[in-house]
Structures are given as structure tokens and as C-alpha cells.
């Protein structure tokens, strides 16, 4: 027998259970051989990448698997799809993509995984505990489960989280093991003055220069007293975007980090002093244009929590969004549900939510010529080579007061 596999493993590579579970186990175990994994574990669940309609391979892979008896083994969560299922109306593709889109969606729901929709399943009222195993998908969902809950998973991929899913196995690899959790490049903000410190645009712009300078590293960021978990999911999505940052100790903060000693396992890591230059460098990195005119503004990459959408609510103050620019703001299903209150407020004052989805992976921003503004370091990275749009970043008040002006407003950054 194959000591990486049990034999339950066994037998359903080998058909005995589902067509759908010999299919993800083959799967699996190419996984394990690329990885040199030694044997599989068990998850306790799992959140789906590949749920966002790629072409057709994305569609065959789902449908195959629910063809061929598939059902989840764990409860599974689902990550943003090309379509809002609440607001159609918004999506401004060709049918036939929004045909194959929603055929590919149902075909996840058919295996039973849960219509959650949603970047940030950590802001479900169910998600994993300390040391959880679990697979997902979705990089900034990789980062904040591994450090802010401090729930194991490596970066699973499109189609092997879900063969996981289906199987309830994965194999051993990467993140899931002590030794590949410890810190070894450590990120000092300790440069940058206090007030700095504790902003959301300061978080998100040192997610974007942390995963440049870890890459594939798990970095260590000292010098911050505190933080909330708005603040480090804009630090794990920034990092998690411009490298291929799995997990980022916050010392003192995140759950694995009380000390940098416990974070690096006692061993000293690179070095990376971060000073008010290379923080403004960075924030500037991420705006392609100057430009003054604004055409749309787009929060919520990750989705936006309650809190942010109170935020939001707060900075706007009663005014309207001006009748040039359009202001979208992604977030998840049961945000919107549990802010309703809040959310009719801000649509009456021409603000557009949109679930399911988000603005930079599909059809929904008007057509032609744009230069759209944002507070995420994610949505400013990916949108000009997804969308073709020129981008302007900065704090989330700078794009509301932009949102209310039509045109480009940001305060001088306290770094």
C-alpha cells in the first residue's frame, strides 16, 4: 500500500465511493507528489477558489465533479462568482458568459457547498478556530485564517480545494506544518510615527510592500501596539497580492506572534526597516494615473465588514454621491443583510452595493474610458491589467470626499 495513503484514501482513488471522488483524490495525489507531502490529513473545511467563471475549463471541472456524484465531505464555503445573483442587472457582459457563469455556480450549490459567495468567510459567524485544518482558496482568506485565527491551510489553488472538499483529505504540505509557519523576514514599521500606525490606508499600503519584500516568505511585522480585523485583513490582502504571502505574524498581535522569538522560531530573520519613504514610495506605487477626474470609486476588496459599511456611513454624512461617479461597494451577502438598515440609507444617497462578486473580476464598471478610485491595495494592484483602467488610491474618507466632488481629493498621508 502507499504509505501516503490510507486505505479509505485508497479506495476512493480507486472509484469505490463516487466518480467525483477518485477524480479529486487523483487530484490530491499529484498534489502530495509536487509537494513532497508524506502522507494526507483530514480538513474540518474548506472555502472554494474556483468559483469565479474562468472559461470553460473552470465550468467543465464543476460540472464534472457534480456529474459524477460529487458532494462535499466538510462544510465548504464559497468564494466571489462573476455574477451578482441580488442585483443581475448590474452585470454588463454577453449572455452567454453569464449563462455558463450561473450554470458553473449551480453546479457548486448541487455538491452542497453553502451560497456564501464571499472573499472574506472569515466574516461569517461560523469560521475556523486555532488550529483548525482546513483547505481554502482565496489568497487574502489564506493569510487571515492562518494569522489572525490561527487555523492551518497552504495556498490551495483552483480545483484542488474543492477536490479536498469533496474527499474531506489533503495532503500535508506547506502551512500545515510548524516548520513553514516561522517568520523569516522580519518587517519594522517601528520608523513610522504613531498616528500613522493606526490607519486603515497605513495597513493596506504595508500589505502591498510586505509581499513585495517576503515573496513567498512568512514575515514577522513588528512596531504595531494595536490593530483591529479590518486592519489586518487590508495587511494580508495587500500581501497576499503583490507576493506569495500565505501567513503574516503581527507580534504582539496575531495569535502565533506574542514575541518575535515565537514567531521565528528563536531564529534571527532578515531584517526590513520600513521608513516614511519607503511607506510613501509604496502609496504612491499603487495609483497609475493623476489624473484629477474620477469616474467610479470602489470599496470593499476584501468585502467590506459591518463596521466598515458604518464607516462608510459616518464619513458620507447625509450627502450624495455626485451624479458623474458611481460608487461601488463590494461585501458579502450576509453583511448586506445584517446592515440593511444602513444600506438603504446609502443607496438613497447613490451608493451601489454588490455581492456575489467584485468590481475588479467582472462586468459591472460602465464601459469605456475610466479612472476609477479605490482604498484596497488588492483592487489598485489587479484592475488595470483586468479591466483596463487607470487608478487612483487612497483612504477610504479621500474616495468618499472624491465620490461627493467628482474629482480627485487625498489628504497629505501623516507618514
Not at 489572525?148 to 474543492?162: H, I, K, Q, S
Not at 495532503?171 to 517568520?183: I, K, Q
Not at 446592515?339 to 452595493?353: A, H, N, P, T, Y
Not at 454588490?354 to 473580476?361: E, F, G, L, Q
Request: charged share 20%.
Amino acid at each position: 500500500m502507499d504509505p501516503l495513503l490510507t486505505g479509505q484514501d485508497q479506495a476512493m482513488l480507486r472509484g469505490e465511493g463516487s466518480e467525483a471522488q477518485a477524480l479529486a483524490m487523483r487530484v490530491l495525489v499529484s498534489m502530495a507528489r509536487a509537494t513532497g507531502a508524506r502522507r494526507m490529513i483530514d480538513i474540518s473545511g474548506a472555502h472554494i477558489d474556483g468559483t469565479l467563471y474562468l472559461g470553460r475549463a473552470s465550468l467543465d471541472f464543476a460540472t464534472r465533479l457534480r456529474d459524477g456524484g460529487g458532494r462535499v465531505a466538510v462544510p465548504t464555503t464559497l468564494n466571489v462568482s462573476s455574477l451578482d445573483l441580488l442585483h443581475p442587472d448590474l452585470f454588463r457582459g454577453d449572455e452567454a458568459t453569464r449563462s455558463d457563469a450561473l450554470t458553473m455556480m449551480t453546479a457548486y450549490l448541487d455538491m452542497g457547498a453553502s451560497p456564501t459567495w464571499t472573499c472574506a468567510p472569515y466574516q461569517l459567524a461560523d469560521r475556523p478556530g486555532f488550529g483548525d485544518r482546513v483547505a481554502w482558496g482565496e489568497s487574502n482568506a489564506i493569510v487571515f485564517a492562518n494569522s489572525v485565527l490561527g487555523a492551518r491551510t497552504p495556498r490551495f489553488g483552483d480545483f484542488a480545494d474543492m477536490a479536498a472538499a469533496v474527499t474531506g483529505r489533503a495532503p500535508e504540505f506547506g502551512l500545515y506544518l510548524d516548520r513553514h509557519r516561522r517568520a523569516s523576514v522580519r518587517i519594522d514599521v517601528s520608523g513610522i510615527a504613531k498616528e500613522a500606525r493606526l490607519t486603515d490606508e497605513f495597513f493596506a499600503v504595508l500589505g502591498f510592500l510586505t509581499g513585495i519584500e517576503a515573496g513567498s516568505e512568512v514575515p514577522a511585522v513588528t512596531g504595531i501596539e494595536s490593530a483591529t480585523e479590518d486592519q489586518l485583513k487590508l495587511l494580508g490582502a495587500g500581501a497576499a497580492t503583490s507576493g506569495a504571502v500565505g501567513m503574516v505574524h503581527v507580534v504582539g498581535i496575531t495569535p502565533e506572534a506574542p514575541t518575535l522569538a515565537s514567531a521565528t522560531g528563536g531564529i534571527a530573520p532578515r531584517l526590513v526597516k520600513v521608513t516614511p519613504d519607503v511607506i510613501t514610495r509604496a502609496y504612491k506605487a499603487l495609483s497609475s494615473t493623476d489624473a484629477e477626474t474620477i469616474h467610479t470609486v470602489n470599496l470593499g476588496t476584501p468585502h467590506y465588514s459591518t463596521r466598515q459599511i458604518v464607516r462608510l456611513q459616518d464619513l458620507l454624512a447625509g450627502r450624495r454621491i455626485h451624479p458623474d461617479v458611481k460608487l461601488y461597494v463590494n461585501t458579502g451577502r450576509d453583511v448586506l443583510a445584517s446592515s440593511s438598515e444602513i444600506v438603504k440609507r446609502l443607496e438613497e444617497r447613490g451608493v451601489v452595493f454588490v455581492v456575489d462578486t467584485c468590481t475588479y473580476v467582472t462586468s459591472i464598471l460602465p464601459a469605456g474610458p475610466d479612472v476609477a478610485m479605490t482604498d484596497s491595495a488588492k483592487w489598485a494592484y489587479y484592475a488595470p491589467g483586468n479591466l483596463g483602467v487607470d487608478v487612483v488610491f487612497g483612504s477610504t474618507s479621500d474616495c468618499v470626499e472624491s465620490a461627493v466632488a467628482g474629482r480627485v481629493i487625498r489628504e497629505e498621508q501623516p507618514w
